[in-house]
C-alpha cells in the first residue's frame, strides 16, 4: 500500500531562513504528488503538484518541490521564508486514492 | 474560483442523535467529492470517495451504515454521522474535484463535538 512520511514534525525557523521539507512515498509506479498548506484557521490549499514534465515544480509564494524518483522524495523548498509561511504544510500522493502525509507544523519567528 | 464550502463550521450534538454535514461547491461542478476525517496531529483519513448519482465508496474501517452520504447533485455533498458517539468527535473535512481526484479543492471543515 501506498505511504507517504514526513521527517519532521514540527520546524521552527526564524525569518528569512532557507527551508526544505521532507517528504518520501512508497509507491514504485507513476504517482501524482503535491504540496497543501494549511495557515491557521484556514482550509487546506493547493501549494504546487506535480504530474509529469520538469521535476522541479514551482508553487505559489515562493515555494518550490523537487520530485527525485530514484530516491521517492518530494521535498519542498523555501529560500528565504516569511512569518506568514507559519503553517501546517502536508505531502500527498495520488495514484487510484490521495493519500496524505501527517503534516508538518512550521513555525516562523518574527 | 474553486471554492468548496461546508456547513455547519462547527456543530455539537448529545450522544444518540445524528448530524448532518454539507458539502459544496461554490463556483464549479464537482463530478467527485471526497469526506475527509482529520484526528489531532495526525493527517486526513480518508472516509469516503462520492460520486454524483451514485453510492459512495467507503474506505475499509469506515461503517457506511454509521457516515451515510449523499451526493445527490454535482455541487453537493452530504454527510450524516448516525448515532453519533463521543468517538465520532473530530474534525470532517471535504473535498471536491472537477476530474478525477488528481486535483481536490477542500472545504473549511467541520468541528464535530459529540456530548
Known amino acids: 500500500a501506498q505511504s507517504v512520511s514526513q521527517h519532521n514534525h514540527h520546524v521552527i525557523l526564524s525569518e528569512a531562513a532557507s527551508l526544505e521539507l521532507g517528504c518520501n512515498y512508497s509507491?514504485?509506479?507513476?504517482?501524482?504528488l503535491f504540496w497543501y498548506v494549511q495557515y491557521p484557521g484556514q482550509h487546506l490549499q493547493l501549494l504546487l503538484k506535480?504530474?509529469?514534465?520538469?521535476?522541479l515544480v514551482k508553487g505559489i509564494k515562493g515555494f518550490e518541490a523537487e520530485f527525485i524518483k530514484s530516491k521517492f522524495s518530494f521535498n519542498l523548498r523555501k529560500p528565504s521564508v516569511q512569518w506568514s509561511d507559519t503553517a501546517e504544510y502536508f505531502c500527498a500522493v495520488t495514484d487510484d486514492k490521495i493519500i496524505f502525509g501527517k503534516g508538518t507544523r512550521l513555525h516562523i519567528l518574527p | 474560483g474553486a471554492v468548496v464550502s461546508q456547513h455547519p463550521s462547527r456543530v455539537i450534538c448529545k450522544s444518540g442523535t445524528s448530524v448532518k454535514i454539507e458539502c459544496r461547491s461554490l463556483?464549479?461542478?464537482?463530478?467527485?467529492m471526497f469526506w475527509y476525517r482529520q484526528f489531532p496531529k495526525k493527517s486526513l483519513m480518508l472516509m469516503a470517495t462520492s460520486n454524483e448519482g451514485s453510492k459512495a465508496t467507503y474506505e475499509q474501517g469506515v461503517e457506511k451504515d454509521k457516515f451515510l452520504i449523499n451526493h445527490a447533485s454535482l455541487t453537493l455533498s452530504t454527510l450524516t454521522v448516525t448515532s453519533a458517539h463521543p468517538e465520532d468527535s473530530s474534525f470532517y473535512i471535504c473535498?471536491?474535484?472537477?476530474?478525477?481526484?488528481?486535483?481536490?479543492?477542500f472545504g473549511p471543515g467541520t468541528r464535530l463535538t459529540v456530548t
Open positions: 473535498s471536491a474535484a472537477t476530474s478525477g481526484r488528481y486535483e481536490q479543492y
Open positions: 506535480y504530474f509529469s514534465g520538469d521535476p
Open positions: 509507491y514504485g509506479g507513476t504517482v501524482n
Open positions: 463556483d464549479f461542478q464537482a463530478t467527485t
